[in-house]
């Protein structure tokens, strides 16, 4: 079943849908982050597919700052620099610490779903994914990230120095054609993350493999993703 739901945050109201089975719950609950497109069928269709298996899905528009906007074409993003460049301008306007800050709204949505919830993202959303699970390390018992970017930089305030902090199980999945998440990057956050339960995975895949209106979406690797997503979930969510 899909519905829409507004939340209050911090900074107005953020619009966000539910996707849970049919019948009678409760079912563990999971966040889901998408990615740096918006709010979009494509997110729908994957939100729909984790709770299918039995999971109450909250997918909130991480840019209702920006609203009313239309999500850009994704054949058009990944050909066109000066789209992309326009989009993620735009896009950028909402910083990562204000969503981290909204995650707590998220938190309390899902509350009633069990003790602890599970979250997943995709590109920006895989970062934020983590970012959540290393801030709220008591909320989340499992964590998936998929062709997430910019894990590791050189700022201060970069992602990975909190990856320490997470409790949750944490599955990464990355691309082998991927600047924004290189083979040097991996190998920093597979240091960050030697105390917590993780799997970091290199697909046969490009940046932005999952969704299905992306130019380089992969189906088997898309396959392969809702495999290893739903058996971190199901190892750890009562």
Not at 69 to 95: C, G, H, I, M
Request: charged letters at 20%; aromatic letters at 8%; a negative charge.
């Amino acid at each position: 079943m899909h519905s829409q739901i507004e939340l209050r945050t911090d900074d107005g109201v953020c619009r966000a849908h539910v996707f849970h089975p049919e019948g009678e719950g409760p079912w563990p609950g999971v966040l889901m982050f998408h990615d740096g497109l918006g709010m979009r069928p494509a997110m729908h269709v994957l939100a729909s597919s984790i709770a299918t298996a039995g999971y109450h899905v909250l997918l909130p528009d991480l840019f209702y700052r920006m609203a009313p906007y239309d999500a850009p074409d994704p054949a058009a993003l990944f050909s066109n620099p000066e789209v992309r460049a326009a989009w993620f301008a735009k896009a950028q306007t909402t910083t990562v610490a204000a969503i981290l800050r909204d995650v707590a709204h998220y938190l309390s949505a899902l509350r009633g779903t069990g003790d602890r919830i599970g979250a997943t993202g995709y590109c920006l959303g895989g970062r934020l994914a983590l970012c959540a699970a290393s801030t709220y390390p008591d909320e989340f018992a499992a964590v998936a990230a998929y062709h997430p970017g910019g894990l590791v930089t050189d700022a201060t305030d970069s992602p990975h120095r909190l990856f320490d902090k997470i409790t949750a199980a944490v599955y990464i999945g990355a691309a082998t054609d991927d600047p924004s998440f290189s083979a040097a990057d991996q190998q920093v956050v597979r240091g960050t993350l030697a105390s917590v339960e993780h799997v970091l995975e290199v697909y046969l895949a490009k940046h932005g493999w999952v969704p299905i209106d992306t130019p380089v979406h992969d189906a088997s690797a898309a396959d392969r993703h809702r495999e290893t997503l739903l058996d971190l979930l199901g190892r750890t969510l009562s």
